[in-house]
C-alpha cells in the first residue's frame, strides 16, 4: 500500500449515512470514505451474516466489537475477536465472512 497525496484529515464515521449489502443471510452495513485508491471502511455484519460471494480483493481488518468467522476457500476458518486483525493481498487468498453474534469492523483496502 502507497499512501499518495492525502493531508490530514478526521473522519465521524457516525456522520456518514451507511449503505446496506445483503448477505447469503444478515445484512451488512458500510461507512465508506474514499482517499484516491484508498478505500476505509467502518462495517457492521449484523447476527448471522454469511457474506454472499467469495472475496479476493486485499484488505487489512480490525475487528472492532463482536466476533468474524473468515474461511478461506481451501477451507482454513479463522476467528477474530475485538482487537485482532488480518491482512491479505489482493488475489492471494479467496475468502469470506461470517459472523454468529454479529461483528463491527474497521478495514482498509
Not at 451488512?28 to 454472499?52: C, I, K, P, S
Request: with cysteine.
Amino acid at each position: 500500500m502507497e499512501i499518495n497525496n492525502l493531508p490530514f484529515g478526521v473522519t465521524d464515521w457516525e456522520s456518514i449515512e451507511p449503505t446496506e449489502h445483503q448477505g447469503d443471510s444478515g445484512m451488512a452495513y458500510w461507512r465508506t470514505q474514499q482517499f484516491g485508491t484508498l478505500r476505509v471502511r467502518m462495517v457492521e455484519y449484523t447476527a448471522g451474516y454469511l457474506a454472499d460471494h467469495w472475496c479476493h480483493k486485499g484488505h487489512i481488518l480490525l475487528c472492532l466489537s463482536g466476533e468474524l468467522h473468515t474461511e478461506l476457500e481451501d477451507g482454513r476458518v479463522f476467528v477474530l475477536k475485538p482487537g485482532m486483525s488480518y491482512q491479505v493481498a489482493d488475489q492471494a487468498e479467496a475468502h469470506r465472512s461470517s459472523t454468529a453474534i454479529g461483528a463491527r469492523l474497521f478495514i482498509v483496502d
